[in-house]
């Protein structure tokens, strides 16, 4: 890297050959004001005298040449020529000073109105508030070297400062800075520049003395020794062991001292040899760069790069040497940032801010080395630097993290060397591969030069080249390059500083693609069977130039619109042609736009013809999550500038002509007939023509938005030689299947192109029928589809105004779309999907409800329909909405029940409760339902749908029906020994005990099925008691009259539910004396006194339960402790 190492103050070697000790006695010492002069005032007189031919000279001669060369070419100058060029080698524009003391440019510094709080802490402005407040004094130019003090106030924080400052320059650059207020920063302190602009601003109040060693040429011995003496006396503390090392090396013959001629002095200017720029730390820039990096994008510090960028462009465009300085050591930082191993070791990508970073990084290398007056060391010293960064295995590529699958674009113009070759075998391309390669490009192309230099360059004035592809059909010049590459030529004109140079090729850019555009669209038309019967589409659209690394358009688009200023050598001249946004153009004389602009043309409507041209452009879908989110990014940015402009007759006209042409260019536009599958699609940029176009032409602005409506990533390839299909879907690179990180967006953008057409579609039933059909056939995303349903139903419900029919068919139309997409799909808005058709049904009739229902197969779930469908349209508040009489409500209540019944009869698990409540009114319906729920009680349902009907009948004054679905439900129903807390338990002793409430046969019938079903003895126990406590038959159900006894428990039907529980009670209990602990020994002993009342009930219980007990004791004697508690307790 050819980094610059900051330089001491001057110190070259200063002798006068030929002057004796006593020559200039006499000639004068004293010093004088800077502007003072023997032939003037210099500016200060300027207003009054013409300046003289003197202070012309001088000034030429001090801006170009180091003073070194000026003694070396004259044997004896003058003094009165030596002020001069000494007084003029000082910088006489504020705009470089304001450059190097704060962030923003220097045209903004320069304003001294409507300052913030921030701006008065920039250097600039703080070292403006010194020098007007009156803080600098001791000003004294000594030769080529500037001091002064500045005294800093006292603030409440601070005490009061006094800095003592020194400033040394060259040929109008202040080449080194020195203050004693310790700053550390990348741009000079206030300080420095209440001292600079004090010179700059009151230069005849500085005193001016030439060089020291030309005072002390002046000087006999005696005033030599005098000044030593008198110097080292003032000073000694500080310069006695200095002066007295000095003076033993002169006394000695053979010192270093004595082998060279003369002295070195600070204040005599550079040497021939010395780089002339203006002062940089770079030591400063380096560590700035590195802490900012180093805080991750926290803390504003992406902010702060991204100021420092903008620094580099803003010293390219003074044409300061220093902008590659900057950018070397700010990339240097940059790839010395351990998070890129990391992140390549971790196999993360890194974030979205700093990506953007390292593409301006090589953005502004790209500039660099396009410099148009770069040297050819320089180019070679950049590439050097390149090609090592390239060559690091951290480099970030130029697509984000993914192999690009591009060769070498940028050397299609053959001009100078084919290009290097490695970069076409090279696996991927960095974010400095374009640099590396734009080395080899030049501008030495005569056509080029042309172009760029004159205004009125057209083949009717050289016409010794009649060549069609330097010029169009009207004599103006074309650039036939890598549009990328030409942009990037513009882009490096422009930020070297040349604008005019950078319009004109715009200019030349932008009249290539129409003609391109144009000769493209006649291909088409002339081949355009041939080319839709093959399926055949050109493959030069790969590398678009909308999210391209370049940015051609936007380089295009800001080079045509944007107010420049800024000429040749960083003056203030305006640029040649303003413009604003209504489309007028304000020309100034000597406008490089003039020629090359038709009647009634503008560079706004040049810049609009070019961003819809780019736009529009069909190119392929790039690799890489984030190369696919700058193509939307830098989209949406073409688009907001876009929208800036106010649309006039001549733009409207614009709109419509590239309208037109996308719509027919074929493969060549995103929205032409034949559409690459992998196609970046045009949805964003279809809605901005369509708004614009459409108060203007309606029917142009529907077609291009339909034409973009297409998402063919997400469709079948048809075959090449498919023509049954309208539109054509080819895949440029067979079997491959694409990652598109960005579709969700892109299918967002598809959905609001969708519902800005249906908004602007209202009250035109062509249109929106046919917005319709292109929503139905090209959004596959069921989500987006309610969404649009939902804004149509929204639109054609407005409170303010009738509901529009036809759109809320629509909106119908897309809800049943998106029930039938989601019907056998998993969407977790699948119910509040089918509740908002309902809606949409009610809102659009009877008719609609009615359809629904009757379709409802192909739409709804069984339960679904029944629950969420029928319910709503049978409630009182639809027949409310709808303003029904009987005999629809009739009719409508008759659909209701028959979906119902269809949904009973497919899903009787889900629907047959449903279906009963709503035939609830109608007999047949009803009875219908009940037969459904009985023929499917065997094999389609469970004890718990059964159970839950059953209790529905009883509520409903069905108890028969209820008991009979009771012990169909019995029949499915297996409760084990240990399941005491089963849901079903509360079923169970419902049942008995509506049995129990029939009478004594419903009893006898229902026991025995309870005794096959329920294996747990607490519950058989329960319904043993209460079948014991009250008399069977209490309801006296169809007159029957209750006997009034109690079922006795020796006889049937009760014996044998007593003999199963007691049975229950034995088994249970070997069952949990099997694994039972010492922990559980008092439970059991409960559990057991539970049993002993179950056996009492028996007329032998008590035998029954002690020989129960001794069996116990003497099985499991040998849980001792367990039986001594069973002892206690029963004996």
Known sequence: MAERVPQPPAKRLCWRPGYGSTCRQGQRAAGAPCGSSASGQGESSKAQNPETLLDIAARKVAEKWPFQRVEERFERIPEPVQRRIVYWSFPRSEREICMYSSFNTGGEELGSSGESGEETRLPFRRGIALLESGCVDNVLQVGFHLSGTVREPATSAEPELLCNVSVSFDRCKITAVTCGCGNKDIFYCAHVVALALYRVRKPEQVKLRLPISETLFQMNRDQLQKFVQYLITVHHTEVLPTAQKLADEILSQNSEINQVHGAPDPTAGASVDDENCWHLDEEQVQEQVKLFLSQGGYHGSGKQLNLLFSKVREMLKMRDSNGARMLTL???????????????QQGTTMTDKYRQLWDELGALWMCIVLNPHSKGEQRSSWLRQLRRWNDVDVCPLEDGNHVSELSNLTNALPQGPAGNPDSLSRPHRTVFTRAIEACDLHWQDPHLQHIITEDRYTHYRYSYNHDSSLFDGRGWPLWHEHVPTACARVDALRSHGYPKEALRLAIAIVNTLRRQQQKQLEFFRTHKKELLHKGVTSVTNLEGWVGHPLDPIGTLFSTLTETRRGGSGGSEEAAATLLDFSGRRT???????????????????????????????????????????????????????????????????????????????????????????????????????????????????????????????????????????????????????????????????????????????????????????????????????????????????????????????????????????????????????????????????????????????????????????????????????????????????????????????????????????????????????????????????????????????????????????????????????????????????????????????????????????????????????????????????????????LMPLDKAPLRQLLDATIGAYINTTHSRLTHISPRHYSEFIEFLSKARETFLMAHDGHIQFTQFIDNLKQIYKGKKKLMMLVRERFG
Not at 607 to 633: F, H, N, S, W
Request: aromatic share 6%; with cysteine.
């Open 330 to 344: 700010i990339t240097e930082q940059f790839m010395g940032d351990p998070r890129l191993a990391m992140w390549r």
């Open 587 to 1045: 020309e100034r004389p000597g406008s490089p736009a003039r020629g090359y602009l038709e009647e009634g043309e503008t560079l706004a409507s040049l810049a609009v013809e070019t961003a819809l041209i780019g736009l529009g452009q069909q190119r392929a879908m790039p690799d890489g999550l984030y190369a696919q989110e700058k193509v939307c990014r830098n989209e949406e940015q073409l688009l907001a500038r876009l929208q800036e402009v106010s649309l006039d007759e001549t733009l409207v006209k614009i709109f419509r002509k590239q309208a037109a042409a996308l719509l027919e260019a074929g493969p060549y536009s995103g929205l032409g007939e034949l559409l690459y599958r992998e196609s970046v699609p045009m949805h964003t940029f279809a809605k901005y023509l369509f708004t614009s176009l459409l108060p203007h032409d309606a029917e142009l602005a529907y077609k291009v938005a339909l034409r973009a409506m297409r998402l063919p990533v997400l469709e079948s390839t048809a075959p090449s030689g498919d023509l049954s299909r309208p539109h054509h879907i080819v895949s440029v690179v067979p079997n491959r299947l694409p990652r598109w990180f960005t579709l969700s967006h892109i299918e967002t953008q598809q959905c609001e192109l969708a519902s800005t057409m249906l908004t602007a579609a209202k009250g035109n039933a062509r249109w929106l029928e046919t917005v319709l059909e292109s929503i139905q056939k090209n959004i596959h995303s069921a989500s987006h589809i309610f969404k649009l349903a939902q804004d149509a139903f929204k639109i054609a419900t407005l409170m303010d105004s009738l509901p529009d029919l036809t759109l809320l068919k629509v909106s119908l139309e897309l809800g049943l779309q998106v029930m039938r997409m989601t019907l056998s799909t998993l969407n977790w808005r699948r119910r509040e999907m089918v509740r908002w058709l309902v809606t949409c049904a009610t809102e659009a009739g009877v008719f609609a409800l009615d359809s629904i229902m009757q379709s409802w197969f192909t739409l709804f779930t069984p339960t679904e329909a029944t629950s969420v469908v029928a319910s709503t349209v049978m409630s009182n508040s639809t027949i409310v909405r709808l303003h029904l009489d009987c005999h629809q409500q009739e009719n409508l209540a008759n659909s209701a029940r028959t979906l119902a019944l269809q949904c009973a009869v497919k899903d009787p698990q889900n629907c047959a409760l449903s279906a009963l409540t709503l035939c609830e009114k109608d007999h047949i319906a009803f009875e219908t339902a009940y037969q459904i729920v009985l023929d499917a009680a065997a094999t389609g349902m469970n004890y718990t749908q059964l159970f839950t009907i059953a209790r529905y009948m009883e509520h409903r004054g069905y108890p028969m029906r209820a008991y009979k679905l009771a012990t169909l439900a019995m029949a499915h129903l297996n409760l084990s020994y240990n399941q005491d807390t089963h849901p079903a338990i509360n079923d169970v002793l419902w049942a008995c005990a509506l049995s129990h409430s029939l009478g004594k046969n419903e009893v006898a019938s229902i026991i025995p099925l309870v005794v096959k079903s329920v294996k747990c003895a607490t519950v058989l126990s329960d319904i043993l008691r209460r079948c014991t406590l009250t008399t069977p038959g209490m309801v006296a159900l169809h007159s029957r009259r209750n006997s009034g006894k």
